[in-house]
């Protein structure tokens, strides 16, 4: 049974959703969502032509490089998302600027007006959702933790497990992966009725195509000499925390798996799959005595998709939304084969101040806040610095 829990967002109702988003981005900071976002059939659309693009000659791909905006494709090996290895996937980012910019497009896309067509749709798909999962972030800041109480570490119990602790509180149901009831009771429900912040509170702080991206990803599979040599290669995408609001990542059921996560085994009841000792920086000291490891994250089925918050909501929130260290491994042996995501990066606009919200939802404008225009440029040159240094200190059979 996975950490991370299932919200469906066409079967309960809003406060309901917003419980449980409280009780997953205040633990393991990630959630799958179904039933809500693009079409099943554009998701499959975007994945085939992707791989179409991937599947081009290095100088037709080339034609069409990133700039400064970071739209376009960027090559394998030149980002370091993490310390000490660079990552080994290779990206064409779309959709920045889209509202008042005209962005080339390669193959397919340029030359099929129904590719064309379907990435657009796909983008405002992905856009609409987040707006609605904003507003639920804004509900959910009203959650009170005593409501939430027990909840996270039964997210790996049994379904007997769970039932009994929701008869136990006397609550009403709310659906959770694997099928395990969980619920928000009626006092809760009464509270989010007389909410301080507003639902719109996130949501007007994105306008619709300017600093929002989705990225078509690619992680070629290795080679027999690579696969030889793999604890001397890089990683497919390095430990790093999200910089924006939220990303959705879409990810092909049948595809290689290898997201992992990395969490405190007090959030969680739970076998890790790896054991990592030391804590991450920065983490509280209750936090920091705890045993952390990586957890591999869950393929939603057809449909769904992960979502996981970023810094600028970690920081929005004071603190109650977590922005998790996550990465992407190669795989076990058998499965070594190509990984190919779509991920969609939700970005405040570059002048919104993240003034915390404090319990209770007040906004606390009391000092000055750091701009999302700020956090995103000095997490952008942190970047650069880094793949620089790998670059310059790291020594790569395919450098």
Known sequence: MSVIPTIDLAADSPERQAALIKHALSSVGFFAVQDAG????DIATVFRDSKTFFGLEMHEKETYLAGRSGSGYTKLLSQALGEGRRDHKETFS??????NTTQPMPPPFKDSAEATETIKRFYQACHDVSERLMELFALALE?????????????????SELTSFADSRGLMSVSVCCAPMLRCDSATVRQLDD???????????????????????????????????????DIRAGEHKDWGTMTLLFQEPSGAPGLQVYLP????DVSPTSQV??????TSRLEAEDTWAWYDAPVPPPGGFLVNVGLAMELWSSGAYKATLHRVIFPDEGALGDRDTLAFFVQPDDDVALHPVLPGGIVDTSQKAITSGELFDSKLQESMNRFKKETTDTPSIRA
Do not use: W
């Open 143 to 159: 959650v009170s933790p005593s409501d939430l109480a027990g909840i996270p570490h039964l997210l790996g119990g049994t379904s």
């Open 94 to 99: 779309y959709g920045k600027y889209c509202a």
């Open 277 to 282: 000792p030391l804590p991450v920086p920065g």
């Open 265 to 268: 085994r007090s959030a969680i």
């Open 195 to 233: 909410v301080t912040l507003p639902k719109e509170h996130f949501r007007q702080s994105h306008s619709f195509g300017l600093n929002t991206a989705m990225s078509l990803i690619h992680y070629p599979r290795l080679s027999d000499t690579e696969r030889a040599e793999m604890n001397m290669m």
């Open 38 to 41: 693009p079409a099943s059939e």
